[in-house]
């Protein structure tokens, strides 16, 4: 089985997708992927093949496959789609600073079709965030969703820094 290993480009986190030809994809390539969040903006990190029946590949998982690669007109809206994607976040951080302060909203970004905005946060404890969502779904007039995270990968997401200056990896 042909494998592609897909780094989001929001939260930097690395995926296998299944591929049928590896062939069109090379290194550093823009592709479509679905998600459960929906249809998502990857880079291509690496090729692999794995072999159905091993410890690599559980009858539990199930890997997904590459929709599709970006054209380059596709490519050249994606500043527009991070644009628009931080106008939303400072937009949110502003409602949430009123509703809930307790949540440090960390980045926010567009899935590819611009149906959903996700917004991803970190938070000490659980939050109850209903309030928060009505007002983001009127605010925005389209579906948001939010995810909280860790705060490693927060620092994975914002590209922190560690001591003399040293990027953080995770």
């Not at 090729?47 to 159905?52: F, G, P, T």
């Not at 007109?73 to 991070?82: G, N, P, S, Y």
């Given at each position: 089985m042909k494998v592609l290993n897909i780094r989001f480009r929001k939260t930097k986190k690395v995926y296998p997708f299944i591929v049928q030809d590896e062939g069109k994809y090379s290194k550093g390539d823009y592709v479509i992927v679905e998600t459960i969040r929906?249809?998502?903006i990857g880079t291509v990190i690496s090729?692999?093949?794995?072999?159905?029946g091993t410890d690599e590949v559980s009858d539990d998982i199930k890997i997904r496959e590459v929709k599709r690669k970006l054209s380059e007109?596709?490519?050249?809206?994606?500043?527009?789609?991070?644009k628009k994607a931080d106008e939303a976040y400072f937009k949110c951080k502003k409602i949430v600073k009123k509703i809930l302060p307790e949540m440090n909203l960390v980045i926010g970004e567009y899935t590819f079709g611009e149906e959903k905005l996700i917004f991803y946060f970190?938070?000490?404890?659980?939050?109850d965030f209903r309030e928060l969502v009505r007002e983001v779904n009127k605010a925005f007039n389209r579906r948001v969703e939010f995810y909280q995270i860790k705060q490693n990968d927060e620092g994975r997401i914002l590209n922190a820094f560690g001591r003399y200056g040293k990027e953080l990896y995770w």
């Open positions: 929906g249809d998502q090729k692999s093949e794995i072999q159905a007109k596709e490519i050249k809206t994606l500043d527009e789609l991070d970190t938070a000490e404890e659980r939050l």
